[in-house]
C-alpha cells in the first residue's frame, strides 16, 4: 500500500490560482498511475486529472482542460495539480489517488485502491 498526503488547498477569489500536492510514501510500484479527483457537496466523486508516472503521459476532465496541469516530481516523491482560472464550480475536496496500474481505467475512481484524506478547495465568486 502507498500512504498519499495532500496539502495546498484552502480558499481563493474566483479566477485565482492553487497548486495542489500530494505527497506519496511507501510501496512504489503503486505509482504506475496516479490520479486528481474531487468532490462536492452532495455531488460523487469525481474524476479531475491522471499521469503516467513513469512516461509523464497526462490526461484531464474536460471541467478543467485547458486550464489544469497536473506533474510530478520523480525525486520528491509528489505529484502536483496546478489549477488557474478557478471558478465557484471548482470548490470541493479534491484527492489524489494512485495504485492504479491500467492507464486505459485512469478515469475510474473505482480502479484506484489507494487514497489520501483530501483537502478543501472552496473558491468564492
Known amino acids: 500500500q502507498v500512504q498519499l498526503v495532500e496539502s495546498g488547498g484552502g480558499l481563493v477569489q474566483a479566477g485565482g490560482s492553487l497548486r495542489l500536492s500530494c505527497a506519496a510514501s511507501g510501496r512504489t510500484a503503486s505509482r504506475f498511475v496516479m490520479g486528481w479527483f474531487r468532490q462536492a457537496p452532495g455531488k460523487e466523486r469525481e474524476f479531475v486529472a491522471a499521469?503516467?508516472?513513469?512516461?509523464?503521459?497526462?490526461y484531464y476532465a474536460d471541467s478543467v482542460k485547458g486550464r489544469s496541469s497536473i506533474s510530478r516530481d520523480n525525486a520528491k516523491n509528489t505529484v502536483y495539480l496546478q489549477m488557474n482560472s478557478l471558478k465557484p464550480e471548482d470548490t470541493a475536496v479534491y484527492y489524489c489517488?494512485?495504485?492504479?496500474?491500467?492507464?486505459?481505467?485512469?478515469?475510474?475512481?473505482?480502479?484506484?485502491?489507494?487514497w489520501g484524506q483530501g483537502t478543501q478547495v472552496t473558491v468564492s465568486s
Open positions: 499521469i503516467d508516472w513513469n512516461t509523464e503521459i497526462t
Open positions: 489517488a494512485a495504485g492504479l496500474r491500467a492507464w486505459s481505467k485512469r478515469a475510474n475512481k473505482r480502479a484506484y485502491p489507494d
